[in-house]
């Protein structure tokens, strides 16, 4: 099993130099050079002020070494200073991470909640009309806008009928509240935000999901499971599931990128001081050195997804797991 | 006085049945006698796995049971409730399918799903269970079951596997013992060694058995009573000998030339 | 085709399709307003006979701008779709043709993309190249070809074994003949799925850009735009918000029921609905 993950880990490797190199690459579609902000814009600075600017940067080395350069750099997460407020990307990028993993990791709990019994329940009854208008539901889920469903409900809840705050992930006197207020005025703060970050993938799970049980159901051992005379629940939830899993298990490590990449947007309409939100915000000041920052940590941060997902799969199939084991 | 284990009486399956009924089987009647083999013969199509599948009501999606009787040792099962009917499954009356690859669960150590058999209808701990279930697969043959045991069915041969279909059959010490060509997905050398172990369970076990089969050489050398089976009836039953000598419809004729021409 | 036909929800988006399509095409005709018309005595005005989406901050008639908004959300799909599906038909036919380690490098190539959460990529090359509708549809293009690559490789390598092509090469048809000629027009079914079910993600995902400024820039109408002020209006003018929202909504509804009847025409499933 260690040896699995051993293997998998280091064929990662040349994954994260491809996400360097086209980290590497955008950043450097940039007309002219990421100083000019800086120094255009003031007309005052000199020649030579210029020229020591981009020697700070090392701009003035031809490209190959600028890149080896800042490889060096990443792998300590040395992504330089934001253009900015001149304070480390690293540490902006620390203190932004921990509320984006605690939102997307709360989501990530809803979709598998709901969207995974959801799938089992359409797939036991196809046809009826727990089915049928999940069906519906799946559909438009993956037609919505999610910023258009975050604006309505956020009309909804907080506006018309005040119940959730508007943005933020804490109220103006959170420092006054007691420990119990202050984890439910976060609870409050977050229902929405988890709630529409888990909207987009619930349907496609919940599809996928029902789509594995409708094939495994069909299969013969699952006739095996009745012949031997276990009640229909232990059929369903312990032989279909555990075969039906898999593929789901996969998918789910493939949606990471999609769930960091959205947290751009309900971030920025409730005001969260997340890395989506950072990223926002870089990108109108184009902040580069912070785009650049983020726009790798959450590569890694997808490549972690998916090793995670990959393990969990090869430990939860046997059949993997006996071969690769050996 | 004959007594009989399991009596079907018109039964009648379709399919589809609001709209254009598929009668997969169209009323078939036969008995099989206590402790005596008997043979279900017939091409495919001819509805002899539907019938068999019945009566567990093992049907697959789109059919269902529209008439007729089918009683163990007297109880019409048609008429059972869940709860009687998981009773008889895997217990008094248990069935061995056809293909040993896909009976068994992939995900799931064979240790496991023969335990599992056991555990739903006796009560009786881990250990003693364990200890029932390596009984088992030592009774079909199996060689070094302690190692099968924590094995997964991806990593054994198709012969393996019905040889542990077979004994998952057998753990709770059934009445019927239905076999639904338990021989056809395997190779020929593979095919005599389980009618082998079939011959060898009849002697020593006290069991009803309920053979079905395509194959009427097999029949010829299992059963002791025959039903032929042909479009969802049954053409003729009776005793096997009396059959293969005097068959009395012509399509158990033109069933038995075939073979002949065969052999 | 009467496969198609037969499925009731797939004409419908057809023809909500084609409703959408004519206003984009038709616009000056159905929009009698000019939409970037500022009336300063008509801010936020609720839906009226003269105004029958309202109007937004700045007096602008809200219906107009959402049917010019159409051609450009439109636009940008179509050409955004379009060529995601030609650098993914190239790197596709070329990895499941040649094979070997040409595949394994451009499968490698896709895996690495595919670990970018795209709308930061995207929202990082915008920033880079400042945001034009040229600019947009070019990143959204290139940012969505993954899928149909590992699509079309999937089929040509299912494909290349056939008489055919063994047929084509004796008769001494160039690798370049037999790709263009022969295989991708076999392969192109699924392309076909997947870029109508792309034409819906690209609506969403440029209306998400233009909702976050960093998309189609104002005055230019776009649905995505319009939503920017419906969230600064929030509570206030409800018809900023729902209309444009409504449109997104059924536009991309459509294109992917629409896609799920081609592939209902295309390889007609056992059971399942």
């Known amino acids: ?326 | 006085m004959r007594e009989n284990i399991l009596e079907i009486k018109n039964l009648k399956v379709y399919f589809n049945a609001s709209q254009q009924p598929v009668k997969a089987v169209d009323g078939v009647s036969f008995a099989i006698e206590k402790n005596k083999v008997f043979g279900l013969v017939g091409e495919s199509g001819s509805g002899k796995t539907l019938t068999a599948l019945s009566i567990l009501k093992l049907i697959p999606e789109g059919g269902s049971i529209v008439d007729g009787e089918i009683l163990f040792n007297g109880t019409d099962i048609i008429k059972m409730d869940d709860r009687s009917l998981r009773g008889l499954r895997g217990s008094k009356i248990a069935i061995v399918f056809q293909d040993p690859s896909s009976a068994l669960n992939p995900v799931f150590t064979i240790g496991s799903q023969i335990v599992e058999a056991i555990c739903v209808h006796q009560n009786v701990g881990k250990a003693k269970a364990k200890a029932r279930a390596l009984e088992c697969l030592n009774r079909v043959h199996i060689p070094d079951p302690q190692k099968i045991f924590h094995d997964y069915p991806h990593q054994l041969s198709g012969g393996t596997k019905q040889r542990i279909g077979i004994a998952m059959a057998l753990v709770n010490s059934p009445e019927l013992l239905i076999l639904d060509e338990p021989t056809t997905a395997l190779d020929v050398t593979i095919q005599a060694q389980i009618l082998e172990l079939m011959e060898d369970v009849i002697k020593k076990e006290k069991l009803s058995i309920l053979f079905i089969s395509h194959d009427f050489g097999v029949i010829a050398r299992m059963c002791d009573e025959v039903g032929v089976m042909c479009r969802g009836r049954v053409v003729e039953s009776g005793a096997k000998d009396a059959i293969l000598r005097s068959p009395k419809e012509s399509y158990t004729i033109s069933l038995l030339e075939s073979v002949k021409a065969l052999t | 085709m009467r496969n198609f036909l037969k499925n009731k929800m797939a004409v419908v988006s057809a023809g909500f399709i084609i409703m959408i399509l004519t206003f984009a095409l038709l616009a000056p005709f159905i929009a009698r307003q000019d939409p970037s018309a500022i009336d300063t005595n008509l801010v936020l005005s609720a839906p009226s006979a003269a105004h029958v989406f309202g109007t937004d901050t700045l007096g602008r008639d809200v219906f107009s701008r959402i049917v010019y908004g159409s051609r450009i959300s439109l636009s940008i799909s179509f050409i955004a779709v379009g060529i995601s599906v030609f650098v993914g038909l190239f790197f596709g036919s070329i990895a499941g043709y040649y094979g070997g380690g040409i595949d394994s490098v451009i499968m490698r190539f896709v895996d690495i993309m595919l670990c970018f959460p795209t709308f930061f990529l995207i929202l990082a090359v915008i920033a880079v190249l400042e945001p034009s509708i040229f600019n947009i549809m070019v990143v959204i293009g290139l940012t969505s070809w993954m899928g149909v690559a590992r699509l079309v490789r999937a089929e040509i390598l299912t494909l290349k074994e056939r008489d055919f092509v063994a047929a084509s090469r004796v008769m001494g048809a160039s690798d370049t003949w037999i790709i263009v000629r022969h295989l991708i027009p076999n392969a192109i079914g699924p392309v076909f799925v997947s870029a109508t079910l792309g034409i819906g993600g690209a609506i969403l995902t440029e209306s998400a850009l233009s909702f976050l400024g960093i998309g189609v820039q104002p005055p230019t109408p776009s649905w995505g735009n319009i939503l920017m002020d419906g969230k600064s209006t929030l509570g206030v003018a409800w018809w900023l918000t729902i209309f444009p929202g409504l449109f997104i909504l059924f536009t991309v509804l459509s294109y992917n029921l629409l896609s799920e009847g081609l592939r209902d025409m295309l390889e007609p499933r056992l059971e399942d609905k």
């Not at chain 1, 959730?164 to 804490?170: A, C, V, W």
């Not at chain 1, 799970?205 to 069909?218: C, D, E, K, L, Q």
């Not at chain 1, 939860?316 to 006996?322: E, L, Y």
């Open chain 1, 1 to 326: 099993m260690l040896r699995y993950i051993a293997k998998r880990s280091i064929g990662l490797i040349p994954v994260f130099f491809g996400i360097t190199l086209i980290s590497f690459f955008v950043i450097h579609l940039a007309p002219g050079k990421p100083t000019d902000i800086q120094t255009s814009l003031n007309p005052k600075v000199s020649y030579e002020a210029r020229a020591r600017l981009e020697k700070l940067y090392g701009l003035d080395k031809p490209v190959y070494v600028q890149y080896f350069s800042w490889l060096k750099r990443i792998v300590i997460f040395d992504f330089g200073r934001s253009y900015v407020d001149d304070r480390l990307v690293s540490e902006k990028i620390a203190e932004r991470i921990p509320i984006t993993l605690l939102i997307n990791i709360l989501s990530m709990m809803l979709i598998l909640g709901i969207g995974i019994p959801l799938g089992i329940l359409s797939a036991v009854r196809r046809g009826s009309l727990l089915d049928k208008s999940t069906t519906v539901l799946t559909f438009i889920g993956f037609s919505i806008p999610e910023f258009w469903v975050a604006l309505l409900l956020m009309s909804l809840f907080s506006i018309t009928l005040g119940w959730l705050p508007i943005s933020g992930i804490k109220s103006l006197d959170f420092e006054y509240y007691s420990l119990g207020a202050k984890i439910l005025d976060v609870a409050k703060h977050l229902i929405l935000p988890v709630a529409i970050a888990a909207f987009g993938s619930l349907a496609g799970i919940s599809r996928y999901m029902r789509t594995a049980m409708v094939g495994v159901i069909h299969q013969d051992y699952i006739r095996t499971a009745r012949a031997k005379g276990l009640t229909e629940s232990q059929v369903i939830y312990k032989h279909a599931l555990k075969n039906a899993i898999l593929p789901v298990i996969t998918i789910l490590g493939l949606s990471v990128p999609g769930l960091i990449g959205g947290s751009v947007i309900f971030e920025s309409i409730f005001a969260i001081p997340g890395m989506g939100r950072l990223f926002y915000e870089s990108v109108m000041a184009r902040d580069y050195s912070t785009i650049m920052g983020i726009l790798t940590i959450g590569a890694f941060l997808t490549l972690l997804g998916n090793l995670l997902a990959d393990i969990a799969y090869s430990y939860a199939d046997p059949r993997i797991r006996a071969t690769e084991g050996e």
